[in-house]
């Protein structure tokens, strides 16, 4: 196994000289420290490499590591350091306790990078490196969701186009051209959809004429469509279009949008599939809106799933690169944690499983609070991997919980009240309630809580006691003060063997908080239960909307509720740990391809814009190293 | 130098099943037949690489190569395989004549491959392989242009926005916000702008209230912005759309489009970009429109020419891979030939003219016809990049000449009319006068002209004769028939043999055809002599264009004209050698960055469609064995 400890200074200087300042192993070393063969990768650069697919199956019968998973309690919008905590757990792992250990990360958003929020590779002497090639381009996989997305866009106007300026007849000879000797023949992927049409013949010539409209015609209903193109930079401009107002296109105009590119269904289904043939078939069934008659129809209908397939064939496989201290990290997929469910990618966990073997670590991080990102884990990923994990951390910090216990408001470019900068006791002890919850709902799932407390410079000892008190009484395993901002892997030891400790005595099966079969209302009540609220009120809309998916027979999804990461309830506002609210659906989606149904608690945001001065300011490229500046 | 002879069959196999057939070498295997060591290039998996520009200056002792530029008679619109003899020659020079040789090609674009075209890697046995690798993603460069592109567009919008919302003082603090200790400063980039407005003043507390707006009010005018947003994807109901029809973006609605991305203006700046330093000049310098006052506003101007620079830091870098038969192909930039200048980088020829050395060759293609891509070859790219050729090949068929002579019109999809198949000596001959403009066109450069008569099966001896006497008498150094897609590298060996001659006897200095120093108009005006025409005549626009550029400097550039590929002249039916016809000039744009004036002769379509029946339905992925299936 590939690490090294670093040389750390203090204060701690700026992320983006942290990461220059350390040369990265060849990625070579660290796949070699991992056993990786060089038939088992690709390499992409010097730093970068993918791992290929097929290692799952020649490692079949290798047992699997421990599988930890990284959640927080309700955060502030400045973000409590959940991934920075992600990478210092396994530094310490790696460099400091002699134990094999992946870290599995999900891709950011190149958007946000050039806008407000900067990169999102770790941060202080916790990174991920070389952190401008994971923040930009990486691999080319959210290019490839890109190109994927907006071909099935594509495909779904030009479609209408034709059949509306084209009769059945000739619609059809156009799909099924004849050949050289002039016969006439269906391809593979129209016998997917004479399949869905209970046709069985296998000629074209013997379809009857009403099989050829059915056939030829999607007629798919221009207001039901619910795929939008996406773009991974921040446009607001974007955000509502109306598109087909070239004079070739004659008038079908359509009002529509783009999404920024992580928000695609195609991401979903890249983290959520578990191998290269499941894909295909994801990708073949994702819904992109209604028939007329209200039948549902997929990119397969349109004769688009093997080619979206051909698109991602290359981002299906997970990109290896390394921590500061030299650990491996995979990098692979980033839903949306809101519309989305907000985990990297399954396959990179198996792979990672199998990697480490037994007595090794894979350590993954769960978007936003547990009661975003750890419970869509649980429900949502690990229903679908079949994987179960031993222990769940939770990441708390000083600062969040006295916001939680009543602390002024925290707002990103403000200066933080006094109130965070000194000590407090009874604020933090007041704010427990969110991280008791936290733990409560966490427990609940059959593991093993950890509580890592992320340590900033004004943090008393007497306020991180009384987080530890409050985490140990409401059923933690261990609560843990961690350093690794400032130290790297030195500052995590104690959290690493805290869980080293919670994977070896993790006793219980994995316990579900809904099971599938159940309606979809009484899905959305069990996780509304579990926020804290005493109803669910549902919008017409919302009825409609779950009225149709039970009819078309998707109710057996799970459910990925998207809700502000900011309180349990709907209401951001409400911090602490919120009771007795009704819980407002406002609409209900379904990613039917990713494989889950999606409640709006409120309205998303689903692209971000760019401020009056936006990061990309500062981005330049010195020319003469070719190292890039400003990064941040 | 690596290379191996195929074994080929006959009738010849698909595209597909020919590049299927053959494994292709380890990348690094090519890159050491070139003396590439492993720091000079980087690995994108196993058949792919991109060789690191710093190569050049490594190497800039060593003498060049030989230059050979691959152009063609006016084509039909099938193609007349210029690209495949491209490929062939130097599977001849490389596997049968034992020359160092390089292939250089453009990168195609992605949305063709989904819908009509398919691929673009020659084909028969003369090829770039792996084929799917070549026509998907490839190493990302044009995914890094698109979201370079669409960075800058989001910025326009939004700029606008934050202008119009915002009093100047508001938008200049914010602009230049207080560090931490209370300081405001200007960044790098802003310095830039300043320079442009002539304020020598370095801390932002010293200017003026009027240098305050001048400096943060960019003033756009919405109908001045000529930047549009691209995709690579042919997304037809994109070509004019109405953005910011959202409520937060407050009535600022905007009619746009999107292009293909191979249009966007900074695919030709990499194309035309000599070094990184050179870039970052160029993507900054690019103008997206005017302020109100008429002066352009450039991508500095907005603070983002360091980040643009930032995501095409590796796509500078061209791509290595190898034709069917083993020798080295550098895949470079893919600009449009009509709006842009259809030629792959100048930064692939010079590091390709450096690694084959003295004695080696070096053959680039250059789009469509010699009236397009060769003239823009010469008076463009060889202008930028200060290199000669020594020999210019034009690709002729006996269909495309057959059509000249004043055979029945030919369409793609439909079958060849019968002239085209059986022997017609006469209509060869008659159409030969195309052929002998281009000669004469090409040979006034300065360089020996071999005419490659891409045999089909059904060309007689006699009618290639009459090709052959045809280019002896109007001055080519040699005319050539060439079975290289029926036989790979043997079917051009020939053609080598006479490339080779014609480079040896190369004596007389690039002559281009005008001078940079006189008017925008004198120079248009000397193209469309070339073309055979009479005379230019400016629509009003074209000429308030005109004036325009005049008055901001960009006079000096040169010419890049939009036009037609099917004709010399502007009517695309007008085959043969038209002449005394009136050029029309209907408008007149910019693309300052990359550093052409673009002369629109007619309406150029800057985003295809797709068919009824595209090409994706054939498209999929094999999922037991990861091989592509379908790809044309």
């Known amino acids: 196994m590939s690490s090294r400890k670093l040389q750390v200074v203090s204060p701690v200087p700026a992320d983006i000289d942290i990461a220059n300042s350390v040369v990265p192993l060849h990625i070579s070393e660290i796949a070699n420290g991992l056993d990786l063969k060089p038939d088992h990768y690709d390499l992409y650069g010097k730093y970068k490499a993918k791992v290929l697919l097929p290692v799952i199956d020649e490692l079949k019968d290798r047992q699997d590591g421990y599988y930890v998973v990284v959640g927080g309690i309700t955060p502030t919008p400045l973000g409590e350091g959940k991934s920075t905590t992600t990478v210092g757990l396994c530094q310490a792992l790696g460099a400091y306790l002699d134990k094999k250990v992946v870290t599995t990360l999900r891709q950011p958003s190149q958007g946000p990078t050039f806008g407000i929020k900067g990169g999102a590779a770790g941060g202080g002497y916790s990174q991920v490196i070389p952190m401008d090639e994971f923040n930009l381009h990486m691999t080319g996989d959210i290019h490839a969701i890109t190109a994927a997305n907006n071909l099935l866009a594509a495909a779904i106007d030009t479609r209408i186009f034709h059949e509306n300026t084209q009769k059945d007849t000739a619609l059809f000879n156009r799909l099924c051209p004849p050949n050289k000797e002039g016969v006439r023949t269906f391809n593979e992927i129209m016998f997917r959809r004479l399949k869905k049409l209970n046709i069985t013949k296998t000629k074209p010539e013997d379809l009857t004429p009403e099989e050829v409209t059915k056939f030829a015609r999607l007629d798919i209903d221009p207001d039901s469509i619910t795929w939008r193109r996406v773009m991974d930079v921040n446009d607001r401009f974007l955000r509502k279009i109306t598109v087909g107002q070239g004079p070739d296109e004659k008038g079908m105009v359509r009002e529509t949008g783009f999404d920024i590119s992580v928000a695609s269904e195609i991401m979903a289904v890249l983290a959520l599939t578990t191998s290269l043939s499941d894909m295909r ?113 939770i990441v708390a910090t000083i600062r969040a919980l006295k916001m939680h216990g009543g602390g002024p408001q925290v707002t990103a470019g403000r200066p933080l009240d006094r109130a965070y900068t000194s000590e407090n006791v009874a604020l933090v002890e007041a704010g427990c309630v969110n991280l008791v919850r936290h733990i409560e709902n966490t427990k609940a799932y059959g593991v093993n809580v950890v509580v890592a407390v992320n340590k900033f410079a004004t943090d008393t000892d007497a306020e991180v006691a009384a987080v530890k008190n409050a985490s140990l009484a409401a059923g933690a395993f ?155």
Chains 1, 2 share one sequence.
């Open 281 to 393: 078939e994801r990708l073949g069934k994702m819904v992109i809106g209604n028939s007329k008659a209200g039948d549902p129809v997929t990119a397969d209908d349109l004769g688009l799933g093997g080619a979206l397939t051909v698109l991602m064939k290359d981002a299906i496989n997970p990109t290896l690169m390394q921590t500061l201290e030299g650990t491996p990290v995979l990098v692979h997929a980033g839903p949306f944690a809101n519309i989305a469910h907000g985990n990297s990618s399954i396959v990179a966990d198996k792979i990672a499983l199998k990697l480490v073997g037994p007595g090794g670590y894979v350590v993954t991080e769960a978007g936003f609070g547990s009661d975003i990102g750890t419970e869509k884990f649980m429900n949502i990923k690990c229903r679908y991997s079949g994987l179960k994990p031993q222990c769940a951390i």
């Open 478 to 632: 261990d609560a843990v003060l961690c350093t690794h901002h400032a130290h790297g892997g030195k500052g995590a030891v104690d959290l690493g063997i805290a869980v080293q400790k919670a994977c070896e005595n993790a006793t219980q099966p994995l316990k579900f908080l809904y099971p599938l079969d159940i309606s979809i209302k009484e899905k959305i009540e069990a996780i509304a239960r579990s926020y804290g609220a005493s109803g669910v009120e549902y919008s017409e809309q919302a009825e409609k909307q779950i009225e149709m998916y039970t009819k078309q027979g998707f109710s057996g999804l799970p459910i990925c509720m998207a809700k502000t990461q900011y309180s349990f309830s709907d209401n951001a506002s409400a911090k602490g740990a919120p009771t007795g609210f009704v819980l407002p659906i406002r609409d209900v989606r379904g990613s039917i391809g990713a494989g889950f149904i999606y409640p709006l608690v409120g309205t998303m945001s689903t692209m971000p814009g760019l401020p009056t001065r936006p990061c990309f300011y500062d981005i330049d490229v010195d020319t003469e190293t070719g190292m890039v500046k400003g990064l941040s």
